[in-house]
């Protein structure tokens, strides 16, 4: 079971993804999403072996099995353990549809390496560092070959 700080007021899980402006998320949660403390829980998952740092987020079994349905692809990103930052999250934004994020999850089961992990984490940290949101990777910059 991965773990997260909730952040949202409801009490159920919800079965739709948050967006950035979603209603349901605290006052407090904000201030958490944007430092990204909401996921700072996982590094016991981390530690445990469960997760790495670096891989395609983990996903609400809710999702898995409605993107398994619509994807065929998509079971091709657990070939990779689930990690706390990807390429998906430092070269997506949180409102990237579910079709992007898997064509970059995809991309870094393709391309995984420890030069690529090490480039993910280190843009990961410029985007905490820097309080920006991950908009995304500009053009000139160049993380991995894109086919």
């Not at 983990?58 to 998509?74: A, D, G, H, L």
């Not at 992007?100 to 089961?109: A, C, E, G, N, P």
């Amino acid at each position: 079971m991965m773990m997260k700080r909730t952040t949202l007021y409801c009490l159920e899980e919800p079965q739709s993804p948050t967006a950035e402006d979603d209603p349901r998320i605290a006052n407090i949660g904000k201030w958490m999403r944007k430092a990204r403390f909401d996921e700072l829980p996982q590094l016991f998952n981390v530690l445990k072996g469960e997760m790495s740092l670096i891989g395609p987020r983990p996903e609400r079994p809710y999702f898995v099995e409605k993107f398994k349905k619509t994807n065929p692809n998509y079971t091709y990103r657990f070939m990779v353990k689930p990690g706390m930052t990807g390429l998906a999250q430092i070269m997506g934004k949180y409102t990237s549809t579910p079709e992007d994020k898997l064509r970059f999850d995809l991309m870094y089961v393709q391309n995984y390496s420890l030069l690529l992990d090490i480039k993910i984490l280190f843009r990961t940290f410029y985007i905490l560092f820097k309080r920006e949101s991950s908009n995304g990777v500009k053009k000139k910059e160049k993380i991995i070959k894109q086919e």
